[in-house]
């Protein structure tokens, strides 16, 4: 049977479980994307791929936003600065985001490989910065947070895919 320190450890922990699993979600739509250029993957798939994509970083983006942020900030006032600027870091993610769907939306239509890679380089360093400064600046928060309703239900932005 887990202590409660290990069941809110796991907070902090499954953050870090989801952002490696959106690293590698990034990682396998830059290698379809360059396949499709190579000649390869239809645009159908594709854009079902980064659909995929941009709907569960959206997900775990608006699920910090409005759950575990506000949290945080009632718990760790001192944290509400860094809340800011993570809040601020999703806003440019979504605009990348939208370019970077509106880019796919006209595949199959001459389009530009190096704006379209330009894009996709640009969203996978902003999402590594963003991910390494919140791991870094709130993870031991999330860990000392006793939040029962987390225990009943897993909260959006710790969601991997649309089961778990």
């Not at 996978?124 to 993870?139: D, G, P």
């Amino acid at each position: 049977m887990e202590t409660s320190h290990e069941r809110l450890a796991a907070f902090g922990n499954q953050l870090i479980e989801v952002h490696l699993w959106l690293r590698e979600e990034l990682a396998a739509l830059r290698e379809d994307v360059d396949a499709y250029l190579a000649g390869g993957s239809r645009p159908r798939d594709l854009r079902a791929h980064c659909l995929t994509f941009c709907t569960a970083l959206q997900r775990h983006h608006v699920g910090e936003d409005g759950g575990a942020f506000p949290v945080l900030a009632e718990r760790f006032p001192e944290l509400r600065p860094v809340l800011d600027e993570l809040r601020r870091d999703h806003q440019l993610v979504e605009d990348s985001l939208t370019r970077l769907q509106a880019l796919l939306d006209g595949l199959g239509r001459e389009i530009d490989p190096v704006v379209l890679r330009s894009e996709l380089d640009s969203l996978a360093a902003l999402m590594e910065t963003h991910f390494v400064y919140e791991e870094k600046r709130i993870l031991a928060a999330l860990n000392a947070l006793d939040a029962p309703e987390w225990d009943r239900s897993r909260p959006d932005f710790l969601l991997m895919d649309e089961g778990t």
